[in-house]
């Protein structure tokens, strides 16, 4: 399976968790998502750059911006943001 296609599954996951988490906790209110991504994007940008990346540089697949302290995107990107490689191929 490709990075991309991983990282799509990654990101069905924790939306639907997200999803999950506004309709059936705490009675449905939507502020309570909020501690949800305040705990799930620290842990979304480690994960993701330990385990979706690009397998000709490393570089995350949600990396908006090739660096370390580079924005992530909530969603996957197809070609690399900094070699160009696709990472959807194989
Ligand atoms: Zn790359």
């Known amino acids: 399976m490709s990075p991309y296609v991983r990282a799509w599954a990654y990101v069905a996951i924790v939306a639907s968790l997200l999803l999950g988490a506004s309709i059936w ?3 449905g209110v939507p502020p309570a998502v ?3 991504l305040v705990v799930l994007f ?3 940008v480690g994960l993701t750059a330990v385990f979706f990346k690009c397998r000709a ?3 995350s697949v949600f ?3 090739p660096g370390m302290f580079g924005p992530f995107t ?3 990107h197809r070609h690399c943001r900094k070699c160009g490689n696709d990472n ?3």
Do not use: E, F, K, V
């Open 25 to 27: 906790g705490d009675g």
């Open 63 to 65: 990396a908006h911006r």
């Open 34 to 36: 909020l501690p949800y």
């Open 57 to 59: 540089c490393g570089t």
């Open 42 to 44: 620290p842990l979304h």
């Open 88 to 90: 959807h191929a194989g």
């Open 74 to 76: 909530p969603w996957p």
